[in-house]
């Protein structure tokens, strides 16, 4: 296994999924694994419900900022092993071409941010995107990622996108 992955997770407002992904991943990874999330159209302002529900659960949060995935063009991004997009709207986009080649896999999940209504819907599609990447993230990070080829491995990073908790 390869020391550090670095793993990019982008939706379109980079303002909940994204952000929760990220500060998810940087916890579970226990140091093996490096996420930063960007958006193809950000918002500027992270999910307060997103902020609240990170810091209930002791996960990092005090870095994290809706930004724009062009702040990964330049030549001191980092190259990233994995690239898993989480909206619909953002999976069949055209996207900069980051060096590395990662793996790209697509993790379809709502926007908690296009869901109206009183504060306890709000809450609640924030908390149901946050289960689901819980759980795909734990998924992920069981994947014995030196025994799958290229090809294999984007296979098995998509399937994990289609896992539910149970």
């Given at each position: ?39 193809a ?22 870095a ?33 071409d ?14 908690p ?10 809450r ?43």
């Amino acid at each position: 296994m390869k020391n550090t992955y670095n793993v990019l997770f982008l939706c379109n407002r980079n303002s909940a999924r994204s952000i929760m992904a990220e500060s998810l991943l940087n916890r579970m990874g226990e140091g093996h694994f490096k996420a930063w999330s960007a958006g193809a159209r950000p918002s500027g302002v992270v999910n307060p419900h997103a902020l609240q529900l990170l810091r209930e659960h002791d996960l990092p949060s005090q870095a994290l900022h809706s930004k724009h995935w062009s702040e990964f063009e330049t030549p001191q991004a980092p190259v990233f092993d994995f690239i898993i997009t989480l909206c619909d709207k953002v999976s069949g986009e055209a996207r900069p071409d980051w060096p590395g080649h990662g793996v790209s896999a697509h993790w379809s999940i709502e926007d908690p941010a296009e869901v109206f209504g009183d504060e306890a819907a709000c809450r609640e599609a924030v908390h149901h995107a946050f289960r689901l990447l819980t759980h795909r993230i734990g998924i992920f990070l069981s994947l014995p990622f030196s025994h799958f080829d290229h090809m294999a491995l984007h296979e098995e990073v998509t399937r994990v996108g289609s896992e539910r908790p149970g």
